[in-house]
């Protein structure tokens, strides 16, 4: 039989946070009420003119460079023209064959995905649909215009992915990127996000391509990899049961799991495409391109490079570090102030990560410093406490900011290292136990552990266990009870 793989290109509209909207000076914050930013701008008015915000395209080319695209000497904008409620003027300004960034790629786990083009456009409206059991009981929709005009970067990647889970790693790639230049905040519940995935199928072995449909309606990375999941499972069916796949948009349902046909090949809008009159085609300064350059900051991928060749990190973790730009900048900050790389990681990586998520925080609220950090590192490498103790100081700190010496001091946690403190233990201990010690000589060495146990019972687990574990082998040796 047959077998089958799966062919998929994702494409990504991403807000680009500038301060004002694309083509004129309204303000762009998410979550104002509604229709109050607006203008005879971005609510396409008769009589008024857009003007091209250059933050916009500064921060198209920075996501260029991050990708590695060709950033082009000319650029241009179209007009889309559809008719929606949510898009006042009747047409989207866009830009068509003549995009700003060509040719990139994004690096996921040693593959590259190329990626094909990205250009600028402004955000449409937002429709709320009042519904029949809605907004005072009535069937119509209200329309909030706040983000139309929204200056909106649409990222197309080549049909280079070939399964949900490297879809997932690119889309979470991409987003730490935008985050790390700081040109997008990554958003999907408040859609400053936003995928639509392009799912085919072919046999094995073949180049070209099958018949695609796009999924709309992703809203989290794990409805893209399951939505991507069904699509490649329904197709094969379909093709398996001599069926044709059918070129269309379907809508991904979170709550059946199911994509579902919206509109087919047939119905497609024609969006009858031209240059956008009202606005002079741009030309591109090498300078600013250069300025733009000095401005990069270092990348996820440069990054992970940097964790692994310089400070011995294991990928992994690097990785997880990483994806969190917060994290990493902290944990940059306390190896510059002088903690080692391998203790601050665990910290961060093990007990701080678990208490984010079980607490529902971000790295931000915090009231940890990268100054705690390398003091708890510097603690437990010197034996001034132990593993164990450590965890707690840390638990503390990340529930109340504070200071670990004075945390260590308070709760009692310094590590007795003292061989001349802790072998008058260790004697009483054995004293005290003469039967355990006589089996101990007759070969059950698993008593060991018993004696073990009651040694940092009687130290309140203060006792370092190395030097207990020497001085019990030490004495047991020569101990004839
Ligand atoms: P459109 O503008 O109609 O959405 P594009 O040619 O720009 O079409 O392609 C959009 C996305 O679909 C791209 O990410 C591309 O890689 C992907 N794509 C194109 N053809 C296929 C296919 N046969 N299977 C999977 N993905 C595809
Ligand atoms: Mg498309
Ligand atoms: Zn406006």
Known sequence: MTEYEPVIGLEVH?????KSKAFCGCPTNFGAEPNTQVCPVCLGMPGVLPVVNKSMVAFAIKVGLALDCTISNTTKFDRKNYFYPDLPKGYQI????????????ITIKNKKIRVHRA?????????VHAGAAGLHGSD?????????????LEIVSEPDITSPEEARLYLTELRNILRYIDVCDGNLEEGSFRCDANVSIRPVGTKELGTRTEIKNLNSFRAVQRAIQYEIERQTT?????????????????????????????????YRYFPEPDLVPLVIDKVWIEELVKQMPELPEARRRRYVTELKLAPDDAYVLVESKEMSDFFDRAIKLGASA???????????????????????????????????ATAVSRGTISNTAAKQVLSELLAKKSDVVALIEKLGLTQVSDEGDLRKVVSEVLAANPSQVAEFHQGRTKVRQFFFGEIMKATKGKANPQVVNKLLDEILATAKI
């Not at 991403?14 to 500038?18: D, E, R």
């Not at 866009?94 to 790629?105: F, L, N, T, V």
């Not at 119509?140 to 909106?152: A, C, F, T």
């Not at 379909?238 to 059946?256: I, P």
């Open 94 to 105: 866009s830009q068509y064959d003549e995009p700003i960034c060509k040719a990139g790629h």
């Open 119 to 127: 250009h600028m456009e402004e955000d449409a409206g937002k429709l």
């Open 14 to 18: 991403a807000h680009l946070k500038t």
């Open 342 to 376: 391998k203790e601050a990681a665990n910290w961060l990586i093990g007990p701080t990560q678990a208490y984010l998520k079980e607490q529902k925080l971000g790295f931000d609220e915090l009231p940890l410093t990268p100054e705690n950090v390398r003091d708890l």
């Open 140 to 152: 119509y929709s209200l329309v909030d215009y706040n983000r139309g005009g929204v200056p909106l």
């Open 238 to 270: 379909l093709v398996e049961s001599g069926e044709k796949v059918v070129q269309q948009t379907r809508l991904w349902n979170d709550g059946d799991g199911k994509t579902h046909p919206m509109r087919s090949k047939e119905e497609a809008h024609d």
